[in-house]
């Protein structure tokens, strides 16, 4: 697997996949939750839910899972 890459078309897509490949390593699981909040939003325009929903490049998904 070091020697190859894996395309995807979507950040779906590869939250998929890394769920799958972290499920099949050995040991433990531990999953942490992101805290998710708009700065400078006094009104209330960006709802929790909504942005749990976002996955932006570059970041980690908002429920994250990994082995030790």
Same mark, same amino acid.
């Given at each position: 697997?070091?020697?190859? &890459?894996?395309? *995807?078309?979507?950040? =779906?897509?590869?939250?998929?996949?890394? =769920?799958? @490949?972290?499920?099949?390593?050995? &040991?433990?699981?531990r999953t942490f939750l992101s805290f998710d909040s708009a700065e400078d939003d006094t009104n209330?325009?960006?709802? =929790?839910? +909504? @942005?749990? *929903? @976002?996955?932006?490049? &570059?970041?980690?998904?908002?429920? +994250?899972?990994?082995?030790?």
């Amino acid at each position: 697997m070091k020697e190859r &890459g894996i395309l *995807t078309s979507r950040n =779906e897509y590869v939250d998929q996949l890394n =769920e799958m @490949l972290i499920s099949r390593f050995p &040991g433990e699981s531990r999953t942490f939750l992101s805290f998710d909040s708009a700065e400078d939003d006094t009104n209330n325009y960006y709802q =929790e839910e +909504y @942005l749990n *929903t @976002l996955t932006p490049s &570059g970041l980690p998904p908002r429920r +994250y899972a990994l082995d030790y």
